[in-house]
């Protein structure tokens, strides 16, 4: 069990509701507010969003919130950032991952697919709890680098397939 929960598109969708910021800043903060102060009411989870920058890459600038004071200001001109709802990752052995597959889409008529024979896993070092107050900090349970940094802190795995170099589909 990888703990997904649905591919359904919906309150369960693997999309997540996504903000372009500070473009949607005033629309995000209502989000924001609206849903936590639901929950509270609710007597529910205060929901979680990640935001990254638009630019970024290997994790760094990407933080968790859950309330809309830790929404960023933005005074200056600044580089875009992405606010997305947090979704359930999915997770192996506690911890959370992802896959990075190479694929080629030749033809969409009739559909033709290659898959490249290396990709890449990313797994968090520490083991994922949901978000709450208390671990928001929490980098290694939430974020992954694929940057090298001690075994510790970070693992990248390269994966290799016995992939025929014949099309998928």
């Known amino acids: 069990d990888l703990g997904m929960q649905s591919y359904a598109v919906g309150e369960r969708s693997f999309s997540p509701r996504t903000w372009l910021l500070p473009h949607q800043r005033a629309e995000f903060e209502t989000h924001v507010r609206e849903r936590r102060l639901d929950a509270i009411a609710r007597k529910q989870s205060i ?3 990640i935001v990254k920058p638009s630019g970024g890459s290997e994790g760094i600038g990407i933080f968790l919130l859950r309330h809309e004071r830790q929404i960023p200001s933005y005074n200056v001109a600044t580089a875009p950032q992405v606010a997305q709802e947090y979704i359930a990752p999915l997770l192996l052995g506690g911890k959370k991952f992802d896959f990075r597959l190479y694929v080629l889409i030749r033809s969409v008529d009739p559909l033709e ?3 490249h024979r ?3 896993a990313r797994f968090c070092t520490e083991d994922y709890e949901q978000p709450n107050d208390e671990n928001l900090n ?3 349970a939430h974020v992954y680098r ?9 693992m990248a795995v390269i994966l290799s397939s016995p992939l025929p170099s014949s ?3």
């Open 113 to 115: 697919v290659y898959l």
């Open 118 to 120: 290396e990709g890449l």
């Open 138 to 140: 929490r980098c290694y």
């Open 146 to 154: 694929a940057r090298p940094q001690p075994p510790d802190l970070c």
């Open 167 to 169: 099309p998928l589909l």
């Open 47 to 49: 929901p979680t969003y």
